[in-house]
């Protein structure tokens, strides 16, 4: 595992038109003097001053093309930055000349092709340009306030992180106009010679525990430039950075040495090594700093759920010498946080909750940026996974997915598909359904928040698949104030993309979200303009995701051992847990590289002897046997743009976004339907928790003059006379809506109905989903009865059912105007599928609509 670090200068330019910079050299010489310093980043620094273009290309290519998967790699670029007509990136060498940037400058696309196809998984870039431009200066009038770029687009790849000196536009050569510079071109950079400093001296480390992280060197120099240069604002960007990136140790911390070197042995593959991890833990508990002993016990923990027993036996063995108490395998729910009343302000800050299928997050807006909040690990995703222990205890997030290969049948995936559904599981004493998984995963989302903030929530807004079914969403409304969490908003995952990319764009623009995560496919069209989301059509595949890529490589695994050793893994659990986790990282790796070898020993026993797997697979044969799911996914984006009366060439942008768009084959195919047009991955992974975020800065008044439109995403009705499905509310209705129609008994003389309400397209209402029944009991002869539909923003279904008073009604008799009203949940659509399965049909289709409605209303 190396750590390589390539500093880029350019002080000075062969063209006039890009003004010299000569600090740019001292800041390379600096930054390469703590890289190198072995005490401190220990990098393996190659520097490059003042290079032409050529040079600078070979240098990137080798460096990025050579890497190992575990190498960690940091660029650094101090030069200028120029965007041209069309708004690309394009980094200025020593002989670039402005007019032929195309062939003289470095493409910041080309950068990223190269990030993309590296087979590192943690690549830091430091961005130190000035963003000069071509621009049409109409567009960027100056009372429009300072134009920005997402500097960070062109950049894709896994582990990559991008940390920016600035968004702001900078046009340094237009001497009358008042621009601020992140630089002058004689002194040295405020952003790089801020993140010199926190490296040289530690004082970037935040936490104290020896080492400086990613996070923490972009919080010390957020901190530094925005104290130096009002209206600078460094960013930072990740693209499924696992974990945390630690690029330096700090030299006032004694400890750092045993600190990495007990984190290395604790993550190693083989176990002895873990088991000697322990001597060090051991020491490190006994440290005079608290950050020291934390970090010791945090990864005696990880040990204690290792799936290797024998370092698991030793480790619990040295947690209990040391009289460290009970061990927490599962940590003790927190009390709920007592809900304020409705319609009250209410105290706390509100966070954006992404409850994904694979994996979870949850962030806050603080001031004017959106922090994802890490979890106990570290890590800024928490697995959406929950086990149950032989012991009856109860796991959640990385201890669950830590024993999954030694616990398959009782560690439960994807329980967010399950919501609403029957689907339960127990072991013992211990039963869990979908909710109760929900819950827990919710629950530690919502402790780590509130260790992370301080204090309890007020309460969050939560992401739903677009195609979610309304029982679901009121099952994870129902999930959320079991753990505790005030649900102010439930929104579609694609718009929370589509808030994150369009929150400060002006010019009407329409975009369509491709959102494949896990387990699911969201595809949304919406419209942006002026601080307005507003989402036109909505569509998606429920039981499309990336488990299903994972899923062939399973079989075409298992399809191999048969053919070679006669054996069949599928009744072997344990087996078929480990082609699980291989698969999928096979899957990653053939995003980056063209091939990969699975390699699994000890895999199965044909009789005596032992079945080993090693195989290698080509990104060419898993696109081969993936291909029909790529066609899977043309349905719904066809859907969305018919719905939307939009033609694929009238988009503006494509957005990506969930893990599982990460394979070159989604960008391929989003690329042909564009008409060669590449599409946007700058939301890759954490646009959605960000959108959320966001939202939720809407609801509490911080993000101001935004307004976002959903909408729901299935037509809602109920079944009248000859089963036919009458609909009240369309598929692509703005929410929250509200519409009611009058319906009279097509049987004069019955007392008693029952309306059946169904939610999908089909005429049928057999065809349909059912949501849920509504009894009326005591009717009057040749009743009159207003149905009313009443959807909020969160997609919660109201249904309401009056006694109107007919034309034949007898005016002696008393007019009761009885109402009866039911909430769309997982019990309600469950008791329709009863009543369904007892045939008691004559009661379902009693209604026929009246000829004048009562009229439509909406909100």
């Known amino acids: 595992m190396a750590k390589r670090a390539l500093i880029i200068a350019n002080s000075v330019y062969d063209d006039d038109h890009f003004a010299a910079l000569p600090a740019a050299t001292a800041d390379a010489d600096a930054l390469a003097e703590v890289l190198g310093a072995p005490d401190i980043g220990g990098f393996e620094v190659e520097t490059l001053v003042d290079v032409p273009q050529r040079l600078a290309m070979r240098a990137l290519e080798s460096f990025f093309t050579k890497a190992a998967r575990d190498d960690l790699l940091l660029l650094h670029l101090s030069l200028h930055g120029w965007k041209d007509t069309r708004g690309r990136l394009h980094f200025v060498m020593r002989d670039t000349e402005r007019d032929y940037l195309g062939s003289t400058a470095v493409s910041a696309e080309l950068v990223g092709d190269w990030i993309g196809h590296s087979r590192s998984r943690r690549i830091v870039v430091l961005l130190d340009c000035c963003y000069s431009g071509a621009f049409n200066m ?252 032989e012991t009856g205890d109860i796991l959640v997030g990385t201890p669950a997915k830590r024993q999954a290969i030694a616990n398959p049948d009782y560690t439960v995936r994807s329980a967010k598909l399950k919501l609403g559904t029957d689907w339960s599981i127990r072991r013992g004493a211990v039963r869990l359904t979908a909710e109760d998984v929900a819950e827990r995963i919710l629950r530690q989302l919502r402790e780590d928040a509130e260790a992370y903030i301080g204090g309890p929530l007020y309460g969050a807004v939560l992401t739903a698949p677009a195609n979610f079914d309304l029982d679901q969403r009121a099952a994870l409304v129902e999930a959320a104030g079991r753990a505790g969490i005030r649900a102010l908003r439930v929104i579609n995952e694609p718009t929370a993309a589509a808030v994150t990319y369009g929150l400060n764009r002006e010019r009407l623009t329409t975009v369509l979200i491709f959102d494949l995560g896990g387990g699911t496919l969201d595809v949304s069209l919406i419209e942006i303009e002026d601080g307005c989301v507003e989402v036109k059509a909505t569509g998606g595949d429920n039981r499309l995701g990336g488990d299903d890529w994972d899923r062939r490589i399973v079989l075409h695994l298992v399809h191999g051992v048969w053919e070679r050793h006669g054996v069949d893994l599928n009744p072997d659990v344990r087996a078929m847990q480990r082609l699980q986790e291989a698969a999928e990282a096979a899957k990653i790796e053939l995003s980056s590289a063209r091939t990969t070898t699975i390699s699994l020993p000890y895999l199965a026993f044909d009789g005596s002897s032992p079945v080993h797997l090693e195989e290698t697979l080509t990104r060419q044969e898993f696109e081969a046997m993936t291909q029909d799911l790529l066609e899977r996914c043309h349905g719904p984006v066809e859907q969305a743009c018919c719905d939307a009366w939009v033609r694929l060439s009238e988009l503006d942008q494509v957005i990506l976004t969930g893990g599982a768009t990460r394979m070159p084959a989604i960008g391929e195919w989003v690329s042909r339907i564009m008409n060669g047009r590449q599409p946007y991955r700058g939301l890759i992974p954490e646009g959605i928790v960000t959108g959320a975020a966001l939202q939720s800065g809407i609801l509490a008044g911080a993000v101001k003059d935004t307004l976002l439109l959903d909408v729901c995403s299935a037509s809602l009705g109920l079944e009248t006379a000859g089963g036919i499905t009458t609909k009240l509310i369309e598929r692509n209705t703005t929410i929250p809506t509200r519409r009611s129609e009058l319906f009279v008994a097509n049987a004069p003389n019955r007392t008693t109905m029952v309306l059946h309400i169904v939610e999908g397209e089909r005429e049928p209402a057999s065809e349909n989903r059912s949501l849920a029944v509504l009894e009326l009991t005591d009717l009057p002869p040749a009743p009159l009865i207003e149905v009313v539909f009443d959807i909020d923003a969160n997609g919660i279904l109201l249904v309401e059912a009056m006694e109107r008073p007919s034309d034949t009604t007898d005016a002696a008799e008393e007019f009761t105007g009885r109402t009866w009203t039911t909430t769309v949940d997982r019990s309600t659509a469950a008791r329709a599928a009863a009543l369904i399965r007892s045939r008691r049909w004559q009661s379902l289709r009693d209604l026929v609509p009246c000829a004048a409605p009562s009229g439509d209303q909406e909100s």
């Open 138 to 389: 109409n567009a960027f009038r100056r009372d429009a306030g300072p134009p920005t770029v997402d500097v960070a687009e062109p950049f894709a790849g896994n582990g990559r992180v991008v940390l920016t000196a600035s968004t702001a536009l900078q046009y340094a050569y237009e001497g009358d106009r008042d621009i601020r510079y992140s630089r002058t071109p004689a002194q040295p950079s405020v952003f790089t010679s801020a993140v010199v400093q926190g490296l040289r001296d530690g004082s970037a480390d935040l936490d104290g525990d020896g080492l400086v992280s990613v996070d923490e060197l972009y919080d010390y120099v957020h901190e530094q430039v925005r104290q130096r240069i009002s209206g600078q604002t460094p960013t930072l960007s990740v693209d499924s950075a696992q974990g945390t990136i630690h690029l330096a140790r700090s030299p006032r911390h004694g400890d750092v040495d045993r600190l990495v070197d007990m984190r290395a042995a604790a993550l190693d593959p083989q176990p002895w090594k873990r088991i000697g991890s322990l001597h060090l833990v051991e020491q490190l508990l006994g440290s005079v700093r608290e950050p020291t002993r934390d970090a010791a016990r945090a990864s005696l923990l990880g040990l204690i759920g290792d799936a290797d027993r024998e370092v698991a036996r030793r480790a619990r063995r040295l947690w209990h010498d040391r009289g460290m108490g009970d061990i927490p395998t599962a940590r003790a729910p927190r009390p709920a946080v007592p809900r304020p009343p409705v319609g009250g302000t209410g105290s706390g800050p509100v966070v954006g909750i992404d409850f994904g299928t694979t994996n979870s997050a949850i962030a806050v807006l603080e001031g004017e940026d959106v922090r994802l909040i890490p979890n106990t690990e570290g890590a800024l995703t928490t697995p959406s996974m929950v086990a149950i222990t």
